[in-house]
């Protein structure tokens, strides 16, 4: 399955003004109709709210709509309360090999780190007064191709052209919108302007902070910024740089369970947590690219709230 958006937006990036659009452009509806159709749809109430009533439900499409409003039903739509829920649903789809999200802003902005494709409408139109807007795209993580264009004419209030994006594969060496507290974020922000990563070899972690055991492939060192109610909280980092779970080479996987056992000798701890994340920094919440792992020893009793079940 892959996420797809579907979005038209302004020179400005003006995707709506008062829950409407801020066009008449029948080559874009075209456009989404023929990259809609067949796929669930996923969409925030006042999107669904925004279509003329005799188009929606959209047809030949399962419209799934997002609210926070329980008690809120739409005729002929799945109704979802969270993304999560709502991308579980159309999953269970005909079409769910490709989902499309349509709208709106909000909803654009918190899918975003989910996506795998947008079909962009870039229209020709600088819109003054718009009051949703389409999020920015990184350029280190998506790469764009156009694939047509179209001319104002009678039917179309302006012209544009289609753009698609794909991911890159690649991502920043570091998040700083992900860090815990301010004092890491500033130090997040100098890393990244200063283009280095932070646990290679000669970077700004390694430099500033001791490490207290290293083999041939990991070093060990105290966390900077522990997380709350541990007794010790260590990270385990690969002296080469590799960013996905996939990379860890059979070496480096017998020269990370010999870390853990030093650690578990020198620190006499009779329990842990180790934990990594890998992969879209959006997506995991890592603040640093390169693959890590962090092994935590509790200062008590640890409850792991992953919130309620879905229930069939």
């Not at 090999?97 to 996506?115: K, Y």
């Not at 991911?167 to 815990?180: Q, S, W, Y």
């Not at 541990?230 to 740089?241: I, S, Y």
Request: net charge negative; proline share 6%.
């Amino acid at each position: 399955m892959i996420i797809t958006f579907v979005v038209a937006m302004s020179k400005n990036r003006v995707i709506g003004v008062k829950n409407r659009l801020p066009w008449v452009l029948p080559t874009d509806l075209q456009h989404f109709q023929e990259k809609t159709k067949g796929h669930p749809v996923i969409m925030g109430s006042k999107t669904y709210d925004s279509i003329p009533e005799n188009r929606r439900p959209l047809p030949g499409r399962t419209n799934i709509v997002l609210t926070r409003d329980r008690g809120k039903t739409y005729p002929g739509c799945l109704m979802a309360h969270t993304l999560g829920e709502a991308i579980t649903l159309a999953a269970q789809q005909p079409g769910s090999e490709e989902v499309c999200i349509i709208g709106g802003a909000h909803v654009f902005t918190e899918a975003l780190p989910l996506a795998n494709r947008i079909y962009l409408t870039e229209v020709d139109a600088i819109i003054e007064d718009g009051d949703a807007f389409f999020p920015e795209l990184d350029p280190v993580r998506w790469q764009v191709k156009e694939e047509g264009s179209f001319t104002k004419d009678e039917k179309n209030e302006y012209g544009g052209k289609f753009l698609v994006y794909e991911r890159t594969g690649k991502f920043p060496i570091v998040e700083p919108g992900n860090g815990r507290n301010e004092e890491y974020k500033a130090q997040l922000e100098r890393i990244l302007a200063s283009g280095q990563c932070p646990f290679c070899p000669n970077g700004e972690t390694l430099k500033e902070q001791e490490i207290i055991y290293e083999n041939d492939t990991w070093f060990v060192k105290h966390n900077a910024f522990p997380l709350e109610n541990t007794v010790f909280h260590f990270v385990l980092t690969p002296k080469r740089h590799i960013e996905f779970f996939d990379d860890i080479s059979d070496a480096e996987w017998i020269g990370l369970k010999a870390c853990r056992q030093w650690l578990k000798e020198k620190y006499n701890f009779t329990g842990d947590a180790l934990y990594a994340r890998s992969g879209e920094l959006l997506v995991t919440g890592a603040t640093v690219a390169h693959f890590h792992c962090h092994i935590i020893v509790p200062a008590g009793l640890v409850q792991v709230s992953f919130g309620s079940y879905h229930l069939k």
